[in-house]
C-alpha cells in the first residue's frame, strides 16, 4: 500500500483533508475579496451613473453626445425640455434630425469636418421646439476612444439671444467699468491738483509778501520824498531843507529805496516762475505727444513736491544731465510727481532721508529710477501697491491712486512703471521711449 492510496475504501489521510479544507478555504476567502471588489466595483459604477446623470440634469446648455455613425447616444436634460421628446425617443436619432432641415447640411458638414480635423468647430443652427426652430451657436467637439480613434462628437449648443444677451451684459459691464476708470482718473486728477494748489498757495505766499513788504516800503520812501520837495517848491531855506533832510533820513532812504525796488523786483520774477511752471504743467496735459526734456520735468516735478514736505530730505540728482524722450510731459510730471511724494513719505521716519533721481539711457528706452532708502515695500505687496485704492497711509494721506494711476500713463506711453529689486528702501523705474533722433 503506497502513501497516496486510502487506507480503506472511503476514508483518507488526515493530510489530504487538511489540504481539502485549506483549498476550500482559500476559494473561500477569494470569493469574499472578489464580491466585495464586485460591490466597490459596483457601488463605483453608481456613484460615476448619478454624477454622471446629475451632469446630464443640471447642465443649463444644449448637450447632445453623438455616435461615430451620427446617432444620438446621450442628452442633457435640457433636450428634453426644449425639444419635447422624451430622452428614450432621441437617443438612436440621427443627430441632425433635432434641427431644422435647412440647417441639415451645414451640420453634417461640419461634424465631418471636427471629426477630420480633430478639433471643435462653431456652426449657428436652428434646433427644432415646438414653437419653431431656435437659433442656437452649436459647437461640434470630437470624442476619442482610448487608442486615439474617433468616437463620435459631442455637440453644446446655446441659445443666440442668450448669448446676444450675455455679451450686452458684458458690453454694458464694460462700460460701467470704463466710467469707473474715468472717474478714478478723474479723482486722482482732482487729488494731484490739491496737493498742487496747496503748494502754490504755499509758494506764492512768500514772493507776494515780499513784494507787499518792499511795496509798502516804497510808499513809505515816496511819502517822504514828497514831503522834501514840497519844501523845495515852497522855496525852503538850504539849512532848513539839510535839516529836513537829516530829520527824514533821506540819504539812507535813497539807498533802501533802491533794495526795495530790487526786493519787489525779485519777488515780482518769483511769482513769475511760478505761475510759468503751472501754466506748463496744464497746458501739456492736454494730451498731445511732443519731444521734452525728461530730466527738466522731473526736477519741476521733484520741486513742486519738495516745496509741500512737512520735512526736510536731501533729494539727489544723478546720471544724464538731459535724456530727450517723447510724450505728454505734463502727464509724465504727475508721475514723477507721485513717485517723488511716496519717496518722501517711506523717508519721513528716517534719520537721513535720501531720495534719488537717476537718469539713463538702457537700450531704446529712458530711464527714470526714483530711490529711496526707507523701509522698501515686503514682497508680499509688490503686486498689490499697483491696485487701486491699495494704500498703507492713514485716512487722508493716501487714496491708494498714485501708481495704479502712474502704471497705466507710463503704459498709454508705450513704457513701463515698475518696482525694481533694490535694498535698502524702495526703487521705482519709469522707463519712456527715447526720442527717436536720441535712439
Ligand atoms: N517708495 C515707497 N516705499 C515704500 N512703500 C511704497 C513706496 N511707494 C509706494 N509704496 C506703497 O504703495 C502704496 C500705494 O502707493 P500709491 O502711490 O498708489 O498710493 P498712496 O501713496 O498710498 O496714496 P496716493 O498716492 O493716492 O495719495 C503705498 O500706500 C505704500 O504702501
Ligand atoms: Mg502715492
Same mark, same amino acid.
Given at each position: ?11 483518507? =489521510? ?36 448619478? &454624477? ?53 447640411? @451645414? ?7 471636427? %471629426? ?13 421646439? =415646438? ?12 470624442? &476619442? ?45 482732482? /487729488? ?20 507787499? /513788504?518792499? /511795496? ?5 520812501? @515816496? ?36 533794495? @526795495? ?94 531720495? %534719488?533721481?537717476? #537718469? ?28 487701486? &485704492? ?13 501708481? =495704479?494711476?502712474? #502704471? ?17 528702501? /524702495? ?5 519712456? =521711449? ?6
Amino acid at each position: 500500500m503506497t502513501q497516496d492510496q486510502p487506507p480503506h475504501e472511503g476514508t483518507f =489521510p488526515d493530510s489530504v483533508w487538511m489540504d481539502v479544507l485549506s483549498a476550500v478555504d482559500r476559494t473561500y476567502a477569494d470569493l469574499v475579496d472578489y464580491q466585495e471588489r464586485l460591490e466597490r466595483q459596483n457601488a463605483e459604477l453608481e456613484s460615476l451613473r448619478s &454624477f454622471h446623470a446629475s451632469v446630464l440634469a443640471s447642465v443649463s446648455d444644449i448637450l447632445i453626445v453623438v455616435s461615430r455613425t451620427g446617432e444620438v447616444e446621450e442628452v442633457s436634460a435640457s433636450v428634453p425640455a426644449r425639444t419635447h421628446l422624451a430622452r428614450a425617443e432621441l437617443q438612436g436619432r440621427p443627430a441632425a434630425d433635432l434641427f431644422a432641415a435647412a440647417d441639415r447640411t @451645414a451640420l453634417a458638414a461640419a461634424m465631418r469636418r471636427a %471629426t477630420d480635423s480633430h478639433a471643435p468647430v462653431t456652426i449657428e443652427a436652428g434646433l427644432l421646439t =415646438p414653437d419653431g426652430p431656435c437659433p442656437v451657436e452649436v459647437s461640434l467637439s470630437p470624442r &476619442f476612444d482610448d487608442r486615439g480613434r474617433s468616437a463620435g462628437l459631442v455637440l453644446t449648443a446655446r441659445s443666440v439671444a442668450e448669448l446676444r444677451q450675455a455679451y450686452a451684459e458684458l458690453e454694458r459691464s464694460h462700460a460701467e467699468l470704463k466710467a469707473a476708470q474715468a472717474l478714478l482718473v478723474r479723482n486722482e486728477k482732482l /487729488a494731484s491738483l490739491g496737493r498742487l494748489l496747496a503748494g502754490v498757495a504755499h509758494e506764492l505766499n512768500n514772493p507776494i509778501s515780499f513784494v507787499y /513788504a518792499n /511795496a509798502h516800503a516804497l510808499e513809505r520812501y @515816496a511819502a517822504k520824498f514828497e514831503q522834501y520837495f514840497q519844501q523845495v517848491q515852497a522855496g525852503a531855506s538850504r539849512e532848513d531843507l539839510m535839516r529836513l533832510r537829516e530829520d527824514l533820513k533821506l540819504d539812507r532812504e535813497v539807498r533802501n529805496l533802491r533794495d @526795495a525796488v530790487h526786493g519787489a523786483r525779485d519777488g515780482a520774477e518769483r511769482v513769475r516762475d511760478i505761475v510759468e511752471d503751472l501754466r506748463r504743467l496744464s497746458s501739456e496735459g492736454s494730451g498731445e505727444m511732443e519731444t521734452f526734456d525728461l530730466v527738466a520735468v522731473t526736477q519741476v516735478a521733484a520741486a513742486w513736491v519738495l516745496r509741500g514736505a512737512r520735512h526736510k530730505v536731501e533729494v539727489v540728482t544723478t546720471g544724464l544731465p538731459t535724456l530727450s524722450v517723447t510724450g505728454r510731459p505734463g502727464h509724465i510730471q504727475q508721475v514723477v510727481m507721485n513717485l517723488v511724494q511716496n519717496a518722501l513719505d517711506a523717508v519721513e521716519e528716517v534719520e537721513v532721508p535720501k531720495v %534719488t533721481l537717476d #537718469h539713463a539711457i538702457v537700450g531704446d528706452l529712458a530711464v527714470l529710477s526714483v530711490c529711496d532708502n526707507g523701509a522698501g515695500v515686503p514682497d508680499a505687496l509688490s503686486q498689490a501697491i499697483f491696485d487701486p &485704492f491699495f494704500t498703507t497711509k492713514p485716512v487722508g494721506r493716501g487714496t491708494g491712486l498714485g501708481l =495704479p494711476i502712474s #502704471h497705466k500713463i507710463a503704459e498709454e506711453h508705450g513704457g513701463r512703471l515698475v518696482l525694481a529689486e533694490k535694498a535698502p528702501g /524702495a526703487c521705482f523705474r519709469l522707463e519712456l =521711449p527715447l526720442d527717436r533722433e536720441t535712439r
